[in-house]
């Protein structure tokens, strides 16, 4: 097939356009206000890509369009995906093409609130290490891996599942459409106000991805109340982690630049295990996975270990940004409340004697909506300052949109030092007089006005030791 995909730079549709040419497929693709690490990534893929939306970017030959359904690529009056339906092109999401191209593989969905693009990549980069030939499809970019979709030609599809909804007119899940044969859930906690404005709206999807499990399948689930909860719904084999015996678990965790732990089998075997991945929550994600590929008998035990020491993780994921500074600048991915928590547990776990100072930018929908100001009584906890960048105003009229001003009122009301910081400028000014004790993380799923790359350099030459 020929397949063209606009908005081809958000992370789901690049890894599935890397999927389908990896297949064999001739792809193409096309997107705007596109900032890195996407940009700089999709530039690198080698394929056909125009950095503007028109008509004339669709191949003679196409046979199908996959639209995203970021806000900014138009809907129904985007122009590419009306030329297509005016030449009888079908036009699909990703999330469809996906669950229509895996039928007949083995697929193992990897969900939750956190945690689900780190552990799928991790189950990824162990198969391929222990040489078995995977496709998987990992919403965001590791190191590790050489591409972040792939076909492969083994049975085995790792998938990372989003409970997002497939688009404005389809709102099911995307994950209900891949139809998994082993899931392995990380986490459920209320994300994604917009769509899913109370916890049973939003745990809904989840207990139906749960009910498509095969009763010869296997769930391999996080140790936790609303986990639990909602783990009635399967008729597959169920196994814990991240609780206390009887499930998976992590024991005698040393944490510094290469932490050290044991992992303990339900039976109570031990198998000492190292990681470079920061904070308490990567350690339960390996938990996670390791218990995903050893129940499955997808992997040995050694062959486990080895692959995890050498697990890069993911950018955006506590990445440390400089190279020479004595202040580190590390990058988190802040979407949600608890990867927001989870980050900054992380870099006080890890950098204990310092102080930390937080530049947040509240891009996702959640984050700079009035009905999720409550966030903010909480998140900053443990941070010495916090200097908060304008919310976005796309798609600002599809909720309940809030000011600069509110989010940083509420914060200050938690007792947080928190300074609206309206330019990249005034965040580089405001950090340019460090004492040399503190750690920065920058923390957003947005591009945070370019920080990530103008900073660091400029830490380096300042506080270089």
């Known amino acids: 097939m020929n397949i063209h995909f606009t908005g081809i730079a958000g992370a789901g549709m690049a890894a599935v356009a890397q999927m389908m040419q990896d297949a064999g497929h001739a792809v193409s693709g096309s997107d705007h206000d596109v900032f890195p690490p996407m940009s700089t990534f999709v530039e690198g893929l080698g394929l056909p890509v125009a950095w503007r939306l028109d008509a004339a970017n669709l191949p003679a030959d196409l046979d199908v369009l996959v639209q995203g359904a970021s ?8 122009v ?13 999401t990703f999330p469809e093409l996906v669950g229509e191209a895996t039928r007949g593989r083995t697929n193992t969905v990897v969900a939750g609130s956190f945690g689900k693009s780190t552990c799928a990549a991790l189950a990824a980069h162990v198969l391929r290490s222990c040489s078995v030939d995977a496709g998987w499809l990992v919403g965001a970019i590791s190191p590790s891996l050489p591409a972040t979709g792939r076909w492969g030609r083994s049975p085995e599809m790792i998938l990372e599942g989003d409970e997002y909804i497939v688009g404005p007119s389809d709102r099911r899940s995307k994950f209900v459409l891949y139809h998994p044969d082993r899931l392995l859930l990380t986490s459920l906690v209320h994300d994604h106000v917009n769509v899913f404005p109370t916890f049973a709206a939003y745990e809904a999807p989840f207990r139906r991805l749960l009910r498509s499990l095969p009763s010869e399948g296997l769930a391999v689930l ?3 109340p609303a986990v639990r909860e909602v783990a009635g719904e399967t008729r597959a084999r169920i196994v814990w982690y991240g609780g206390g015996e009887g499930g998976w678990r992590a024991e005698n965790e040393v944490f510094g630049d290469i932490s050290r732990f044991d992992l303990v089998a339900p039976d109570g075997a031990r198998t000492p295990m190292t990681t470079g991945l920061l904070g308490a929550h ?3 994600n390996i938990v996670g996975v390791s218990a995903l590929l050893l129940e499955a008998g997808l992997v040995d035990g050694g062959g ?3 692959a995890v020491s050498t697990f890069e993780g993911i950018r955006r994921r506590l990445d440390r940004l400089t190279r020479t500074s004595r202040i580190p600048v590390i990058e988190g991915f802040g979407s949600s409340w608890e990867k927001a928590r989870s980050a900054i547990e992380a870099l006080r776990l890890h950098f204990p004697d310092r102080r930390l100072i937080v530049v947040f930018e509240p891009h996702t929908f959640s984050w700079r909506s009035r009905d999720a100001l409550s966030w903010y009584d909480t998140v900053f906890e443990g941070a010495d300052r916090v200097l908060i960048l304008p919310p ?12 600069l001003a509110e989010i940083v009122d509420r914060t200050r009301a938690a007792g947080i030092d928190a300074r609206p910081t309206l330019t990249a400028s005034a965040a580089h000014e405001a950090l340019s007089a460090l004492k040399g004790d503190e750690a920065v993380l920058l923390l957003s799923s947005g591009p945070l ?4 790359d103008s900073l660091p350099p400029v830490f380096d030459r300042l506080y270089g030791a």
Request: no cysteine; aromatic share 0%; hydrophobic share 30%.
């Open 392 to 403: 976005p105003g796309h798609g600002a009229e599809s909720h309940h949109q809030a000011t």
């Open 222 to 224: 996080r140790d936790h």
């Open 71 to 78: 806000a900014k690529l138009g809907g129904d009056d985007n």
């Open 449 to 452: 006005l370019g920080l990530p």
């Open 304 to 306: 486990l270990v080895r």
């Open 80 to 92: 590419e995906a009306s030329a297509a339906r005016e030449r009888g092109v079908r036009v699909t």
């Open 282 to 284: 990567n350690i339960e």
